[in-house]
């Protein structure tokens, strides 16, 4: 079991990690001190809701993926089962979804057009790995289980 935390631990950081949190970093770095200077508005409680429901959406899913899956998030450490319970009964990528929303609650909060136009980048290749990687993946080892999942539950919401 320590071994099946410190392998989602470490493939947390290197992926959700890096994606949603050091590059969006890299990109806005040079107008953070700036952008926090200023008093809250409106909008800033609100990247921070939707960043919130992000962050509390991927970790449930990495949760799941350890507890449910026997596995990690990470393509190079799958899960052993499908996962399809939890948020899985909704949308069949919901740590996607979960990643998204911390991107989008970023770019509001920042108000920067730079990170969304990045997320929107970000949603692209998810969408590109999803479809000719991850599902062609899932279809070849869970074989009908997937395929009557994926019957039942949509890609995205």
């Not at 700036?34 to 962050?55: D, K, Q, T, V």
Request: glycine share 8%; hydrophobic share 50%; aromatic share 18%.
């Amino acid at each position: 079991m320590t071994s099946l935390f410190l392998r989602n631990l470490f493939f947390t950081i290197l992926q959700p990690g890096v994606v949603a949190g050091l590059v969006p970093y890299f990109i806005i770095r040079d107008k953070i001190s700036e952008i926090l200077s200023l008093p809250f508005a409106w909008f800033h409680f609100l990247g921070i809701l939707i960043f919130a429901i992000g962050l509390f959406i991927t970790l449930h899913c990495i949760t799941r993926f350890a507890i449910d899956g026997k596995g990690t998030l990470s393509p190079a450490d799958p899960t052993k089962k499908l996962v399809i319970r939890g948020l899985y009964k909704y949308t069949r990528n919901p740590m996607y979804v979960g990643v998204m929303l911390i991107l989008i609650g970023e770019a509001i909060f920042f108000a920067s057009f730079r990170l969304l136009m990045y997320s929107g980048i970000v949603f692209s290749a998810f969408t590109l790995f999803v479809i000719y990687f991850e599902e062609p993946r899932l279809k070849r080892d869970f074989g009908e289980e997937y395929a009557e999942y994926r019957k039942r539950v949509r890609r995205w919401i």
